[in-house]
């Protein structure tokens, strides 16, 4: 009897201590999300600080920028050029070297959270830092908000003693696309020769020039920017030529999309504006008429290429005509 009493005091005791440990628990105040994020915010700025502050003053390259895969290279012919030469001379500054204005400009560095920072107004998380080299994944940000994308690009760096003095590499050589990218472009340039729907953006684009008096041309052209100061990628992506034929049959004016191939012969694609369904095999029969009798007769057209090759690529066309 005095075993099962124990047993039974037992029980309750234990059952006693547990409701106290609960009952400090839900006690214990809560802390917001947002106040245990700027906590962890701060803990972080100071290793953020102690982090630039090692590498203070050394002088990168980037030697690569590639996707996911480890391409340089989309589907669609956009083309990832390692182009940024930095130092940071202090630790919310970095020295970022222009092309366009042929020297370095000094932008802000800031860092938000984690391992995310504010580069030269780019948006940045921090892969690793080694001791020749870095890394960073470049992010979309809109509102604030990280956007989290299918495909991440990422930017790698090395030093520039490293580069010279261990590597012995001239940084030219090293900038260049990769085998895997020359394997890669050489099967679409194939699948474009046989497929024109498989057509793709060439990073040197189509050239339009003018055999006759009888036709003037205009290509858009982005302006170039402060920081980067290489061609806008739509300037590639995208050509655009604004066209006026003179003394035409009528005045018309059509923007349309059209295939040029590898050997700089030019095919209409498909119009740019909205047509009623009434109207379109006019309209087409229209541009397609403009297309196979003014441009491939007044155009000399040397097709768009990738690594140097020619392959099938789309231009598009704002053609006005102008009867007198």
């Not at 075993?3 to 234990?14: A, D, K, L, M, P």
Request: proline share 5%.
């Amino acid at each position: 009897m005095n075993r099962s009493i124990h047993i039974s005091f037992t029980i309750f005791s234990q059952g006693l201590l547990l409701a106290f440990l609960l009952f400090i628990t839900s006690c214990k105040p809560h802390v917001p999300e947002r106040v245990q994020f700027e906590a962890k915010r701060k803990v972080d700025m100071v290793k953020s600080k102690a982090l630039l502050k090692s590498i203070q003053g050394i002088r990168y390259t980037e030697v690569k920028r590639t996707f996911d895969n480890g391409l340089s290279f989309s589907a669609v012919g956009y083309q990832l050029v390692p182009e940024w030469r930095i130092s940071f001379p202090s630790t919310d500054s970095v020295n970022i070297y222009s092309p366009r204005k042929k020297r370095f400009l000094n932008t802000p560095v800031i860092f938000d959270h984690d391992s995310v920072y504010n580069v030269a107004w780019a948006w940045l998380k921090l892969k690793y830092i080694k001791k020749d080299s870095i890394q960073f994944m470049v992010l979309h940000v809109h509102n604030n908000v990280i956007q989290e994308e299918k495909t991440h690009v990422y930017m790698t760096f090395y030093t520039n003693d490293y580069i010279k003095n261990v590597l012995h590499a001239d940084t030219a050589n090293m900038l260049k696309p990769s085998s895997k990218d020359t394997a890669y472009i050489k099967a679409k340039i194939l699948k474009a020769q046989n497929t024109l729907e498989s057509a793709f953006a060439g990073t040197e684009p189509a050239v339009l020039t003018p055999k006759t008096p009888l036709i003037t041309i205009k290509k858009e052209v982005t302006p170039d920017g402060d920081v980067n100061g290489g061609m806008g990628f739509d300037d590639y992506l995208s050509p655009t030529y604004n066209i006026t034929i003179h003394k035409a049959y009528a005045d018309f004016y059509y923007s349309y999309s059209a295939y040029v191939d590898e050997k700089g012969n030019i095919t209409f694609r498909k119009t740019l504006t909205f047509t009623y369904p009434e109207f379109k095999k006019a309209n087409d029969d229209a541009m397609k008429g403009i297309t196979d009798g003014y441009l491939k007769a007044y155009l000399d057209i040397t097709p768009g290429k990738t690594l140097g090759i020619p392959h099938n690529s789309i231009v598009i066309l704002n053609v006005t005509g102008i009867k007198k």
